[in-house]
């Protein structure tokens, strides 16, 4: 019944398989797991609470899973390569500190600014790339290194003092509604969402990321720079990173170096649990953009969904560990069963 | 609750209860503080004392679970969704919060500024605190008068660096030293919390006892630590003032282990700031020529009241704090808001 | 030469020719350093630190993460205040209690990894939000002030000479970790199963009973750092633990902890712990400005484990 | 032989999802045999293992101890009623000793009883004095030799009082001389009345050594422990794979005016080579010989630009070049590698066919902005992988679910799509199936027929014999000598014999660093 147990010689068009197979796949994938999910807590939510359908709730909404998917999102690039960025949080900062500074100190116009920014991501990004590839250490130790390290030379930097001459063209972005629903930040997130997904279905570079994650000695052996691919993975972590602090900075309307907590620290739950709950592996080599996209809104979603059940806001932790452990549990319990009966 | 609040509180009613006056009848009014942290707890009771007094509809207490900008922002934004329409927050950052502030503003609400300030220009009809800097002056004014005469050797003991208090408070110290001529030798930042705190002042503290004489210190938790450090080494000579009203501080005044603390008042802010945002929601607008103070954030600052409380006085602090909050509120209306 | 060469090999001499030298070094610069109150607080903050580390180290040793050491650290120790405070437990039961709760954390880690199959590094992320929740959900991020005079006064007592008594318990602990690591079977089967978990359970230790044993350990000496903490602060605050992730992970690795799993050194790692120490202090010695504190740990974690790495590599050229 | 089996296994099925690996298998074990469990890859033989060592709990079918009806809940359940096994994968730890090692098992029972080392140390004695085995039991065992590992896990098996001992696969990593002393205990374990169970490709070790045999086809016997007399290699073949063996012997082929494509002067490496002359010209397969870890897989990938060259010339088509990575030896130089290691370093098993199949061409096909669509690469590597014939559902299934054979196909096949005018091949046909080596060996010579310049790395002597126009001998990262194939096995294997043992005076036969 499944697509292993029908052979078919391999023909150029034999990997669509036919609609049934690939509607099959697609209930059996995390992604529809997490459809599910969300569609069912957003009844819930709807039912039980006061103002969650508010238009001001659902744009809210929508503005802050725009950063915890494009935090995702960073951290997914680096994962995909089997590593993790334990500095995405300092770097993002620091990206937005550079970009205030750019725009504040030497008075550079915010297009300007914002490429600078997403340059110091970049280049942030690749020194962990670089550190990783010449020790041959694994990305968790060098990067929790380098979260203190980027941070500390931020905040010795810049005094922890804030940037704020932000241009008001630029700050507006972070209030805009587009259709009493939309934030352009949110926009601005799929745009990178499709890009990325765009990244690793249809370019060299990406299809060269998720070889080298899947199996670095195989994949230089099958003439991949590996290095290089992994330098590239950081940096465009690092560019991500970047993007997801501007848009804080669009959001705040000031370059704080607060906004991603002491060390960055406070990105690293969301920045984890969209790709690990959209079922990208730790180990790497397998990426899913959407199932990253979909998670870090339904984690967006819990929480925002739990401060408005007004359950003691000391409590709301609790319950959102508690639910996320609820939806890996449900999406691996659903898998197997699917699983199961389909083979059997 | 601690003992101290709930004298606090019962201050608070006999000296307010005659200022219960028309009250808009559908005020939802939150407090918000930046995270958890000692220090609001009082805004709970603060907050019930006014419903009761005030005859407000709702006026809650709500927490982000951390010291989190983020955090803060989506609890503004659930809190605006599920219906309320007043706001005190302490900000989260003073400025990253204005942008949040602004669309709360917008959204209808009335929004001011408690324990700190947000950064003008802002929607905030005004920010009800304490004036760090000034605290943070004032303490070691105190420290120095305790310490006498002789060598002023300071060391300074203080929060978070990503919060801009910190500087404002290091720069107050300095500014204080340097009129009386002392040195501050060491500031010692970023221990806002238990370990790093006990660690750092504890490791400075072996070293450099003998080089110190005088401590000041301008965060809740560097203020305890440091308290019971002295208190562990005995008889050093050092003098110290300390921050806030936690029992380990105040114990060690009575104790004569440290010299005095610079009390701020929440329960007060807590409650006027409910009073003042229920006022804000019937109709009453801020006076144009309102006295505000300007602090280093903001030109529409009134301060909640800090005072310095030494062994003398700190059996009876409560009294001080409620004074304070009695003259605040006695003429609050007439003297910043224009009600029809 | 033979003899040295292997010594060199082992994993604690690294971190220990680092920790002399650093000693000397900043001993040379500053005479204070080797004071008897500077050296009871370096104890003391190491003494903490270790427990912190150990628990991070037997988890590396099954080849997972615990990133909930902190979070399992906390509830332990407002667990212990608030038995004392609110249940008036006297501070023996109280402690037996706090160990409990961090036995208990630990556990439910370990068979939620084991039932599930899903990665530790998962599973430990959503306990350490429901752990830290709980805690926050109790304390309202108030902390407790009745701690007894018993234990506050076990705080701050002085075992000998500038030795305070808070460290006996850490060196009971090395000591066991040291003995379990190295004679006793469970100790054995957490290092087996870490090298190479299929094979483990092919020699028919039990992988499920090792892992949920080694989480549990691992919550138990959590939850004895986070008492620890609680007698040396003398209140119980909500906050403990919250900054125990970066050094928990750092003391093991510059120890010479493999992340992969299946080979940890209580030793290394206690050298580990006392280099983060000593260079904790130093900065605070020699006045170095508060913002590049983070710079310079940053930047002595990466130099460390990059020099244990070299020694790695070059096991023979190493001796001297 | 009519003596009661110790072990008989009747009609067992195994079922997994959407598989039936089993479908009710008999075979008697005796004592005082070495029993050969033959198959072709696929064919059941590890799924039976599994389920004699308690691994896997049969579907169906009985299992009887000496004559009485039993059931294995557990590897330790199998293990204490005396049946060990030797995995084929190494399930040692490496930072253990070879005592704690053997003895773990035993451990097993408590979890907080002290280890008495010393005790373990002595008790680990006799077992490796059983096995001729002269280590200190306090060695860990990751400085062993892969062969002293092996036997390792036998004395571990031993340790265990086992009446049957599996052993799957325990020649894979030996040479030959390691090879017969292996055989020489497995012998004296026979007569001390051991219950063995090969399992093996190699049939002339099965002949060897062997008494009775069982012969798995898809699932099911092709025999049922049947006396190994009078059973010949061709017979062993037929009932392996339904068919006689297409013989596939060397021919001659005369390359000797061909243009060298990949010549190697004097060359030495970082990893120790020193004074490598090699050369391979156009259609020619050059045979490199060697034990494992004499530096043959080292060289290849210094040739391929992995490791560094440090002396000497390379020379591709004439042109003495310096390549400085791995994608430059293949997009530039039209150079391929075809690793030993096919689930490490070969394939990317956890991706799709088409991807493994078409990473070496992903950069040539690319169009603008690095883009690539899978028609693209579909077009470009179909052909190939039809024409090896691999076996696939379709192009998108996970490379890490097709048989060894298959896999080793694709592997082929990628660089076959590159257009590689230099292959090395190594060790091709490790773990795979008699039907698919001599498909492999076709496959090759067509390869090297059609002009491409061929390096094959191996230590299986027929499979040189059978493939290389000339043998180079490697040993202790050096070239010993060449030696021109004829065709005549005896005569060759002599020879390169001598060339490995001309160099080999001061050196053990372990091939490994004494301690001093």
Known sequence: MSAQDTPSAPSPNSSTGDGRQTWLRFFLSNEFGLILLIAAFIVIFAVSTRGFLSPFNLFSLGRNSAVNIMIGLSMMTVIVTGGLNLAVGAMGVCAAMAFGWLIEVLGLPWPI????????????????????????????????????????????????????????????LGKMKIATYLSPLLLVTLACALALTWLYRFTVTGREMLAAGASPAAAELSGIRVGRIIILCHMLSGVLAGMAALMLVARNGAAIPSMAGQLGQDWLLPAFLGPV???????????????????????????????????????????????????????????????????? | MNTPFKTMALAGICGMAAAAAQAADD????????????????????????????????????????????????????????????????????????????????????????????????????????????????????????????????????????????????????????????????????????????????????????????????????????????????????????????????????????????????????????????????????????????????????????????????????????AESDRILKDFEATYLTCN | ????????????????????????LIQSFSATFLSAYNIEILLLAIAVNALVAYAQMIIIAIGQMNLSVGAIGGLAAISFAGAMEVWGLPAPLALVFALFIGVLAGMVNGILIRITGISAFVITLATLSIYKGINLGITEAQPFYGIPESVKSFGSAILVGPIPLLVAPTIVVTLLLWFMLRRLPIGRFILAVGSNDHAAALSGISVSKTVIAAHAISGLLA?????????????????????????????????????????????????????????????????????????????????????????????????? | MTQTPIFRAQSIEKAFPGVLALKGVDISLHPGSIHALLGENGAG????????????????????????????????????????????????????????????????????????????????????????????????????????????????????KSRVLLLDEPTASLTSSETDRLFTILRRLRDDGTSLVFVSHKLEEVQEICDRVTVLRDGANACDSRSMDGVDRDQLVQMMIGRSEGAAAWRHRDTASHPEVLGLTGVSTVLGHRDITLSVRKGEIVGLYGLIGVGRTELAKSIMGQFAVTGGEVRVNGTAVQIGSVAEAIHRHGLGYISEDRKGEGLILQHSVLANAGVPIWRKLAGALGSLSDGRVQQVVTPFLNKLEVKTPSLAQTVGNLSGGNQQKISVAKWLAAGVSFLIVDEPSVGIDIKTKAYLHELLRELADNGTAILLISSDMPEMIALADRIAVMDDYRIRGEVPNTGVYDDISRKIMNHIHGSEVDRTEFAEASNP
């Not at chain 2, 009082?42 to 983020?70: C, H, M, N, S």
């Not at chain 2, 109709?283 to 409380?309: E, H, Q």
């Not at chain 3, 007698?231 to 010479?256: M, T």
């Open chain 1, 113 to 172: 600014a914002l490429l600078g920014g997403l340059g110091m991501g970049a280049a942030l990004g690749f020194i962990n790339g670089w550190t990783v590839v010449r020790t041959g250490l694994h990305s968790f130790i060098i990067t929790l290194a380098t979260m203190s390290i980027f941070f500390g030379v931020m905040i010795f930097l810049t005094r922890a003092e804030s940037y704020r001459a932000i241009p008001d063209v630029f700050s507006a």
């Open chain 1, 277 to 344: 709950l959209g079922g990208t592996l730790l180990q790497g080599g397998k990426v899913s953009v959407l199932g990253t996209v979909l998670g870090a809104f339904l984690v967006t979603m819990l929480s925002s969904g739990l401060l408005m059940l007004q359950i003691g806001a000391f409590w709301v932790q609790t319950f959102l560990g508690l639910m996320l452990l609820i939806a890996v549990l449900l999406d691996k319990a659903r898998r197997s069963y699917l699983t199961r009966r389909n083979l059997a």
């Open chain 2, 27 to 322: 005020s939802r009014i939150a407090m918000i503080p930046g995270g958890p942290h000692p220090y609001f707890a009082a805004w709970e009771q603060a907050g019930a004392d006014a419903v009761r007094d005030f005859g407000i509809e709702a006026a809650d207490y709500k927490v982000p679970q951390k010291w989190e900008l983020t955090q803060q922002n989506q609890l503004l934004e659930s809190l605006l969704s599920q219906g309320y329409n007043g706001f005190m927050i302490f900000p989260g950052d003073p400025v990253g919060a204005v942008s949040t502030a602004e669309e709360l503003a917008e959204n209808g609400a009335q929004v001011i500024a408690g324990a700190g300030c947000f950064k003008d220009p802002s929607p905030a009809a005004f920010c009800l605190g304490t004036d760090t800097g000034n605290s943070a002056y004032l303490g070691t004014k105190e420290l120095l008068a305790a310490m006498g005469d002789g060598e002023k050797r300071i060391a300074h003991f203080t929060g978070f660096l990503v919060d801009p208090n910190t500087q404002l408070r290091i720069d107050a110290v300095n500014k204080a030293a340097e009129e009386a001529g002392a040195t501050v030798v060491q500031v010692i930042a970023d221990i806002d919390a238990p370990e790093p705190a006990e660690e750092k002042i504890n490791a400075y503290l072996a070293a450099h006892a003998d080089e110190v004489d005088g401590i000041i210190t301008t965060a809740w938790v560097p203020a305890v630590v440091a308290a019971n450090a002295l208190r562990k080494m005995g008889d050093t000579g050092i003098h110290m003032v300390g921050i806030d009203h936690d029992e380990v501080v105040l114990t060690a005044i009575k104790d004569g282990v440290i010299d005095g603390t610079m009390l701020q008042n929440p329960y007060g802010q807590g409650y006027i700031g409910t009073f003042a945002l229920d006022k804000l929601r019937s109709g009453c607008t801020v006076k144009d020529d309102a006295p505000f103070a300007s602090n280093a954030l903001t030109d529409k600052f009134i301060d909640s009241g800090t005072s310095y409380v030494d062994a003398s006085t700190v059996d009876s602090y409560i009294d001080a704090m409620r």
């Open chain 3, 1 to 24: 030469m033979l003899q040295i060469s292997r010594l060199s090999r082992a994993d604690w001499f690294g971190p220990l020719l680092a920790t002399i030298i650093a000693i000397v």
């Open chain 3, 223 to 320: 939850a004895i750092a986070g008492v620890l903490v609680v007698a040396r602060l003398q209140i119980g605050q909500p906050s403990i633990g919250d900054d125990w992730l970066i050094l928990s992970f750092a003391a093991p690795v510059i120890g010479g902890a493999i992340l992969a799993g299946g080979h940890v050194s209580t030793m290394a790692t206690m050298l580990g712990v006392v280099i983060v120490a000593i260079i904790t202090q130093a900065l605070v010695l020699f006045s170095i400005d508060p913002f590049l504190v983070q710079v310079v740990l940053g930047a002595m974690i990466l130099a460390a484990v990059g020099l244990n790495r070299l020694r790695a590599r070059q096991p023979l050229k190493g001796s001297m």
């Open chain 4, 45 to 160: 033989k590890s799924t039976l293992i599994k389920v004699i060592t308690g691994v896997h709990q049969p579907t169906a079918g009985t299992m009887y101890l000496d004559g009485a009806e039993t059931r294995f809940t557990s590897p330790r359940d199998a293990i204490a009623k005396g049946i060990g096994v030797v995995h084929q994968e190494r399930n040692l730890f490496p930072r253990f000793s070879v005592a704690e090692n053997i003895f773990l098992e035993q451990l097993a029972t408590s979890y907080l009883k002290p280890v008495n080392y010393a005790q373990l140390n002595r008790d680990a004695r006799p077992w490796l004095d059983a096995l001729e085995l002269d280590i200190d039991p306090a060695t860990p065992v990751s400085e062993l030799s892969v062969a002293r590992m092996q036997l390792v896990e036998i004395a571990k098996a031993l340790s265990l």
